[in-house]
């Protein structure tokens, strides 16, 4: 099993920054792909960023390409997503996933462990 918190989450105006920050237990994180997702009110959970096992290979949702940056730190077990120029409907709860194997996927059901959000919300 695998144990996921995240945190960083908070209120922010549009333009600001944010970095969230996913912290594993249970199992090192070495051999997992790491997703981080989003879901708005009234709104499925969305794909976010990627990032696989070795951090080599990331993958991106068109709607953060070049504001958002997903790294992690094995060492610390633990992966980050930094948040720059942020906008109104990157409102949502943001959540941190882990898929057993080396590949990046932007598919909720290919992961097998969520923690349970952090709260985002970017003023206008």
């Known amino acids: 099993q695998v144990q996921l918190v995240e945190s960083g989450g908070g209120l922010v105006q549009a333009g600001g920054s944010l970095r969230l920050s996913c912290a594993a237990s249970?199992?090192?994180?070495?051999?997992?792909?790491m997703g981080w997702f989003r879901q708005a009110p009234r709104k499925g959970r969305e794909f976010v960023a990627a990032v696989s096992w070795n951090g080599r290979t990331t993958r991106y949702a068109d709607a953060v390409k070049g504001r958002f940056t997903l790294s992690r730190d094995n060492a610390k077990n633990t992966v980050y997503l930094q948040m720059n120029s942020l906008k109104p409907e990157d409102t949502a709860v943001y959540y941190c996933?882990?898929?057993?194997?080396?590949?990046?996927?932007?598919?909720?059901?290919?992961?097998?462990?969520w923690g349970q959000g952090t709260q985002v919300t970017v003023s206008s």
């Open positions: 249970g199992r090192t994180l070495r051999k997992y792909a």
């Open positions: 996933a882990a898929r057993g194997g080396p590949t990046v996927s932007g598919s909720v059901g290919d992961y097998d462990y």
